[in-house]
C-alpha cells in the first residue's frame, strides 16, 4: 500500500458546479502528478507540479488548475463542471531528481457530472 | 496514431499459461513504465525501464529502445493477475506519462 492518499473518493456535481480534489504525496516525494482516466481509456496527463510550481501540463482548458502546497500534497480544481468531465482523476507522487522510477498512484476520485 | 499502442486489448488465459502483452511507442522517451489497474481504479507501478529486462516475481519485463517496443510476460498466469496493464512512457525531464490505453486480463481457473 502506498502513502498517497486521494480525497474524496467518490462524488457527485452537476454541471456548472467547481470541485476540489486533493492528493497528499509519498514521503520523500516533491511531485505529484495529476491525470484524467475516462470510462475504457487509459489516463491523460493534466499537468504536474514540482516544489510548488507547475512543471508541465497537458491539453486541458484552464478551468482545470492546479496547487501545490509547501508538504507536496496537491489540489486539483476544475471549474463550471461539464458533463465530459466525469472521470477518475489519479494523482501520481514521484521525485525528480530522486529515486528514478519511483512512482506511487493514489487510487483516484470519481467524479460524476449530472 | 496513439503515441503509445498496446496489443492485444483484450486477452483470456487459463490458469497456468504464460502471458505476453506488447507495447509499441511512437515517440523519445526517457523510460517505460508498466502498470497494473485493478477494477477499484487504483494502479500499481510493476516496472520502470529505460533498457534491457527486469523480473520480479513471475512478471518479466523488457525493453528494446531501438525497436521502441516493450513487453511484459507474466509466467503461471493466476486468477489474482486478472486486471487490466497498462504501458506508459516518461517525457524528459517531467516525469509526465504518456498512456496506452490497457490491456484486458483475465485468467480463469
Known amino acids: 500500500e502506498t502513502g498517497v492518499t486521494q480525497s474524496p473518493t467518490h462524488l457527485i456535481k452537476t454541471r456548472g458546479q467547481q470541485v476540489t480534489l486533493r492528493c497528499s504525496s509519498q514521503?520523500?516525494?516533491?511531485?505529484v502528478s495529476w491525470y484524467q482516466q475516462a470510462l475504457g481509456q487509459g489516463p491523460q496527463f493534466i499537468f504536474q507540479y514540482y516544489r510548488e510550481e507547475e512543471n508541465g501540463r497537458g491539453n486541458f482548458p484552464p478551468r482545470f488548475s492546479g496547487l501545490q502546497f509547501p508538504n507536496y500534497s496537491s489540489e486539483l480544481n476544475v471549474n463550471a463542471l461539464e458533463l465530459d468531465d466525469s472521470a477518475l482523476y489519479l494523482c501520481?507522487?514521484?521525485?525528480?531528481?530522486?529515486?528514478?522510477?519511483?512512482?506511487?498512484f493514489g487510487e483516484g476520485s470519481r467524479l460524476t457530472v449530472l | 496514431k496513439n503515441e503509445v499502442e498496446q496489443s492485444p486489448q483484450n486477452l483470456t488465459a487459463q490458469e497456468g499459461e504464460f502471458i505476453t502483452i506488447n507495447c509499441s511507442y511512437s515517440?523519445?522517451?526517457?523510460?517505460l513504465h508498466w502498470l497494473q489497474q485493478h477494477p477499484g481504479g487504483g494502479i500499481v507501478s510493476l516496472f520502470m525501464?529505460?533498457?534491457g529486462k527486469k523480473k520480479h516475481g513471475r512478471l518479466i519485463a523488457t525493453i528494446n529502445i531501438q525497436e521502441k517496443h516493450s513487453s511484459l510476460h507474466i509466467t503461471a498466469s493466476h486468477p489474482r493477475d486478472s486486471a487490466v496493464y497498462i504501458c506508459?512512457?516518461?517525457?524528459?525531464?517531467?516525469?509526465?506519462?504518456?498512456f496506452g490505453t490497457g490491456t484486458r486480463l483475465q485468467v480463469f481457473p
Open positions: 506508459a512512457v516518461s517525457s524528459y525531464n517531467t516525469d509526465k506519462l504518456i
Open positions: 514521503s520523500g516525494h516533491n511531485t
Open positions: 525501464l529505460s533498457s
Open positions: 515517440v523519445g522517451i526517457s523510460a
Open positions: 501520481a507522487s514521484s521525485s525528480l531528481g530522486g529515486v528514478f522510477g519511483e512512482l506511487f
